[in-house]
């Protein structure tokens, strides 16, 4: 878990450290599973659920947009299988800049509890609102929890979201 909340943004990562001991003053217990994520990662999430004309629009918007690199990522990965589980592209999730994270509840018998409508899920969105950050259980991702209310493309050009990734993750620039 420290390892986790190690890698995140520290402002963020203070808050999600006070969501989880208030969450533990309660009796509940929750997990961080997934912190940062490079574009890599990110692209192979993406990917997933898309099929290959989603796909396509999305390389050449991405390029076109002055994000080539960005756009080799989503190329870079290849085919992936999988259920639908972000609408965030590379660079497009704040995963990307340490400011996002997905926990778990542990159960009464130390299991992960995968039930979003259990206590944990809705106590986590409401600590989280509380403490100023946005929880994903308000557009369909009970898991997530991030520092900010906008998403990265609302905030940054794309060009900037582009060499905001190639500084953060330089090895993503050999995949141009």
């Known amino acids: 878990m420290m390892t986790i909340l190690g ?4 402002d963020f990562g203070n808050k999600i450290r006070l969501m ?9 217990v929750m ?4 912190g940062i994520r490079t574009p890599i990662e990110q692209a192979k999430l993406w990917r997933q659920s898309r099929t290959r004309d989603q796909i396509d629009i999305a390389i ?3 390029d076109q947009a ?5 756009a080799a990522c989503l190329v870079s990965v290849g085919p992936q299988r999988g259920r639908h589980v972000t609408n965030a592209l590379p660079g497009y999730s704040w995963h990307q800049y ?16 995968w039930d979003v409508s259990a206590r944990g899920y809705v106590d986590m ?3 989280a609102r509380a403490l100023e950050m946005k929880p994903g259980r308000d557009f369909g991702d009970a898991v997530h929890i991030q520092s900010r209310y906008h998403e990265p493309h609302q905030v940054f050009t794309i060009p900037q979201i582009e060499v905001e990734m190639v500084k953060r993750f330089p090895e ?3 995949t141009k």
């Open 7 to 10: 890698t995140l943004d520290r």
């Open 60 to 62: 050449r918007n991405l």
């Open 66 to 70: 002055g994000a080539p690199i960005l």
């Open 31 to 34: 997990r961080p599973f997934y």
């Open 98 to 113: 340490g400011e996002a994270v997905d926990l778990f509840a542990v159960d009464g018998n130390g299991a992960a509890d």
């Open 20 to 28: 989880l001991t208030q969450l533990e003053s309660r009796g509940l």
């Open 125 to 127: 969105a409401e600590i």
């Open 172 to 174: 993503i620039g050999s």
